[in-house]
């Protein structure tokens, strides 16, 4: 079993940064891979990022690819976004997901087992 919890959200103007964290618990040995996945209201949740837990690699959707930055410290069992250069459209719910067995893809929700409750991201022009 692995719980995740998300922090970090918050308003924050049109071209701002903000640093979304994640930090799981329970048997985060087994992780494979985390991720983060965003739901604006009306929306379906959306793929943000994924970062495979052992080799650090990443993977990001076209719509933040060059401007959100996924990372993870291994010591704290937490991963990271950093969003740079904000836009209104990236206003929604971040979620954190994680998968504890291997998989494929990790760029749809059911791709994952564990998920936070999500934290607020509000960009104001």
């Known amino acids: 079993q692995v719980q995740v919890v998300e922090s970090g959200g918050g308003l924050v103007q049109a071209g701002g940064s903000l640093r979304l964290s994640c930090a799981a618990s329970?048997?985060?040995?087994?992780?494979?891979?985390m991720g983060w996945f965003r739901q604006a209201p009306g929306k379906e949740r959306e793929f943000v990022a994924h970062?495979?837990?052992?080799?650090?690699?990443?993977t990001y959707a076209d719509s933040v690819r060059g401007r959100f930055t996924i990372s993870r410290d291994t010591a704290k069992n937490t991963i990271y976004l950093q969003m740079n250069s904000l836009k209104l459209e990236d206003t929604a719910v971040y979620y954190c997901?994680?998968?504890?067995?291997?998989?494929?893809?990790?760029?749809?929700?059911?791709?994952?087992?564990?998920w936070g409750q999500g934290t607020q991201v509000t960009v104001s022009s």
């Open positions: 997901a994680a998968r504890e067995g291997w998989s494929a893809h990790g760029m749809v929700p059911y791709d994952y087992e564990y």
């Open positions: 970062i495979i837990w052992k080799i650090g690699s990443t």
């Open positions: 329970g048997r985060t040995f087994s992780i494979y891979r």
